[in-house]
């Protein structure tokens, strides 16, 4: 499992550990694993290799000044630029990198009031910056840590661009310069590194788009942290959590002790979603699927084995879970009261969210699952799509507030928050573009489906529904596009691989 801790949590940690190491202990530690991962990117070449680092005023510059300093004593030539020289950089990194070899100059807007503390160049140094920008073979961004708010400031934009047009490999120190480490935010302008260190624990910013785009690969390096007591705020299952959560037939097994999954979907004009739900219900490991609606014909010819009915779904016979909405008609309203008054678990998706009264879902006494994408998060919140878009986190955490219900966001990063607030939302690591096609998400919602009429809890269905749903996507696509009947074809694939993967010792998804 990675989990991910909020800035607040990070702190917490960080002053308990200094309390009880010697001073400095932690910055050396991050230091040293920062300075081996450039190492490895640079492939142990490291003599000769033309370092630049962008450092600012806080502990995070004073991380890169140490591991600059590390691989200037390895031959590296380590060009240090403070990007806003009128405040002081961290006095012990810069006199350890000065010693080490290297030099600092300053940012072009401040090389002409540079403190004398800081060491800095003074005519020229801007210029002369850029120039070591150009010719780098690896940039650190430390301009900002973990508590940096709003963006970039004006006077490190042009410096971080230069820096991304150079022909070097990109490392943010802890996380991007510019993204808000507790929600993923982008307010303004921000750093896209290649690849992003981060230490003592993930932040919830670098799981969640539209921040974690611009992390790029992941590596972690341990300070020797106490936040395995603190609460996550955000955690990524891995193929060992997965693979102990799928439900497995036993030598007594039935359909029903597997699970029988009602599907309520599809129309005359959208038998395809009737369908492809189904699809999923049926590879997601369904001892059976009773589907009742207008696509009854669609869905027969495609899987004799389904149990089908035109009426109500109170009269369909006995189910474990229910799916509701995907391609519904004018049918809708009542068909889903009639779902919701059940005392099963249910899952409502696309269509079935339009008629969705929070009220009805908070009463209930069984688990209710919502997977909207972002345009129908945001209508069911009652705000703009480029708002939840912006604030995946916050917007999936005041959605499972507002209807008392588990929800999966869909999108770049799927999101899965529990009801009540004191659990983490757990975020998918395994989805890939390819799946933004049509149908997908119908297919998704089957196989979730499927897994609620397990017995899986709802957080847990959704995750794993989630995770085994991009797993059969990247299957499916391998790099070319992909339909969503594909995907569904894939989900026994997904599924054998994560519990092939975890036979073998294998960890998960990176």
Not at 96 to 112: C, Q, T
Not at 145 to 172: D, F, K, M, Q, T
Not at 247 to 265: Q, W
Request: with cysteine; charged share 20%.
């Amino acid at each position: 499992m990675r989990t991910a801790h909020s800035v607040e949590t990070v702190r917490a940690a960080e002053r308990e550990a200094m309390a009880r190491l010697p001073e400095g202990t932690l910055m050396q530690r991050a230091a040293a694993g920062l300075a081996a991962a450039c190492a490895d990117l640079l492939e142990r070449r490291v003599y000769g290799a033309r370092v630049v680092l962008l450092v600012g005023s806080g502990d995070n510059g004073g991380d890169a000044l140490y591991a600059g300093a590390r691989l200037a004593r390895r031959g590296a030539g380590v060009t240090a630029v403070l990007v806003d020289a009128r405040q002081r950089a961290h006095a012990g990194g810069v006199t350890a990198l000065r010693a080490a070899g290297g030099r600092i100059v300053a940012g072009p807007h401040e090389a002409h009031e540079v403190h004398e503390a800081s060491g800095a160049g003074g005519a020229g140094a801007g210029s002369a910056a850029y120039v070591a920008l150009h010719r780098a073979h690896l940039v650190m961004d430390a301009i900002t840590g973990i508590g940096g708010r709003g963006g970039l400031r004006p006077e490190a934009v042009p410096l971080v661009r230069a820096a991304e047009a150079a022909a070097a490999v990109l490392v943010a120190v802890d996380l991007p310069s510019g993204i808000d480490a507790d929600s993923g935010r982008i307010e303004g302008e921000c750093v896209r590194a290649d690849v992003t260190v981060t230490f003592g624990t993930y932040k919830p910013g670098l799981l969640i788009d539209p921040a974690k785009e611009r992390a790029g690969v992941l590596r972690f390096v341990g300070l020797g942290l106490e936040t395995a007591g603190a609460p996550a705020d955000v955690e990524a299952l891995q193929h060992a959590e997965v693979a102990g959560l799928l439900p497995l037939p036993a030598a007594e097994s039935d359909k029903y002790r597997r699970g029988v999954v009602g599907i309520v979907a599809g129309s005359a004009r959208y038998p395809g979603a009737a369908v492809l739900a189904v699809a999923g219900a049926l590879h997601g490991g369904a001892g059976a699927v009773r589907y009742v609606g207008r696509g009854g014909d669609a869905v027969l010819a495609r899987f004799p084995e389904v149990l089908v009915s035109d009426g109500t779904p109170g009269d369909a016979g006995r189910v474990q879970a229910w799916v509701v909405g995907p391609g519904l008609d004018d049918r809708t309203k009542d068909v889903l009261a009639d779902v919701l008054a059940s005392g099963v678990p249910v899952l409502v998706d696309a269509d079935g969210l339009r008629e969705l009264d929070p009220e009805a879902v908070r009463g209930r006494d069984a688990p209710t699952v919502l997977t909207p994408h972002a345009g129908e998060a945001a209508a069911l919140l009652g705000v703009a799509r480029t708002e939840v878009e912006a604030d995946r986190l916050g917007s999936v955490r005041k959605l499972a507030a507002k209807y008392g219900a588990t929800v999966l966001l869909k999108g770049s990063t799927t999101l899965v928050a529990p009801p009540d607030g004191g659990r983490p939302v757990r975020v998918n690591p395994t989805g890939t573009g390819w799946l933004a096609t049509a149908g997908s998400g119908d297919v998704l919602s089957g196989l979730t489906g499927a897994l609620l009429a397990s017995g899986l809890g709802a957080v847990d269905a959704a995750s794993v529904g989630a995770y085994l749903h991009g797993l059969a996507g990247r299957r499916a696509a391998r790099g070319a596009p992909v339909g969503a009947g594909d995907v569904a074809g894939e989900i026994a694939g997904a599924w054998r691989d994560v519990r092939g993967a975890v036979a073998q010792g294998g960890g998960g998804i990176a």
